[in-house]
């Protein structure tokens, strides 16, 4: 059975910082891109950055480039760090596993994580 199980959501003011992790099980991890996508209600998931198999290729949603760090060891775990956070970037957040590495649309994914929160005040 595959898991992928999210930790670290929780609430950060505007222009603080917030570090998630994906826990990833029953898959061969490194076989797989890992991604990150992000869901408010009413909206349409949202692709937030990948990070290829090896982790040597690395791509970001327009809306977190260059405020976002994604990166995975060769276990099971890959991170999301996030910086100078913006009340926008309120959402859950979810952790995909994907065959290839290039798609950004979640109905491409392979499996998924259920999510965790994470809140911005302003």
């Known amino acids: 059975q595959v898991l992928l199980v999210e930790s670290g959501?929780?609430?950060v003011q505007a222009g603080g910082s917030l570090s998630v992790s994906c826990a990833a099980s029953g898959l061969p991890f490194t076989m797989y891109a890992m991604k990150w996508f992000r869901q408010v209600p009413g909206k349409e998931?949202?692709?937030?950055?990948?990070i290829s198999r090896s982790g040597g290729s690395k791509r970001y949603g327009a809306g977190v480039k260059g405020r976002f760090a994604i990166s995975r060891d060769n276990k099971n775990t890959v991170w999301l760090q996030m910086y100078s956070l913006k009340p926008e970037d309120t959402a859950v957040y979810y952790c995909a596993a994907d065959s290839e590495y290039g798609s950004m649309f979640p109905g491409d994914m392979d499996y998924w994580g259920k999510g965790t929160l994470v809140t911005v005040s302003s």
């Open 9 to 11: 959501g929780g609430s």
């Open 45 to 50: 998931r949202e692709f937030v950055g990948a």
